[in-house]
């Protein structure tokens, strides 16, 4: 029913940027938080960023001042901004969507997750 499409990861030396993009699709009403979540080999998933549908943001201190999370409401699209990159930054990241509500159960609130994309900072 639901789908989170995410696209921008990618390959890119220390110092650059990224772009990472997540559309939901589906039959949606409405979506209270979206944020990306990152997970690097033997550690655990780690929240990076989220932002609510007023446009709160929150961030991982590790990010902060480097990363921007921004959402298109009417186009159910988050997107993360990603400079001055560090090889700790390497990882799966995945789109998250919290408090999703269907146009055909609008009573219910669910959580998606997206299937990951890779980001690899290295020289």
């Known amino acids: 029913q639901v789908h989170l499409a995410e696209s921008g990861g990618g390959l890119v030396q220390p110092g650059g940027s990224l772009r990472l993009s997540c559309t939901a699709s589906?039959?949606?009403?409405?979506?209270?938080?979206m944020g990306w979540y990152r997970q690097a080999p033997g550690r655990q998933r780690e929240l990076v960023a989220s932002?609510?549908?007023?446009?709160?943001?929150n961030y991982a201190d590790s990010v902060k001042g480097r990363f921007t999370i921004s959402r298109d409401n009417a186009a159910n699209t988050v997107y993360l901004q990603m400079n001055s990159l560090k090889p700790e930054d390497t990882a799966v990241y995945y789109c998250?969507?919290?408090?999703?509500?269907?146009?055909?159960?609008?009573?219910?609130?669910?959580?998606?997750w997206g299937l990951g994309t890779q980001v690899t900072v290295s020289s």
């Open positions: 998250n969507t919290d408090g999703l509500r269907l146009r055909n159960s609008p009573w219910v609130k669910n959580e998606y």
């Open positions: 932002i609510i549908s007023v446009g709160s943001t």
């Open positions: 589906g039959s949606i009403l409405s979506i209270d938080a």
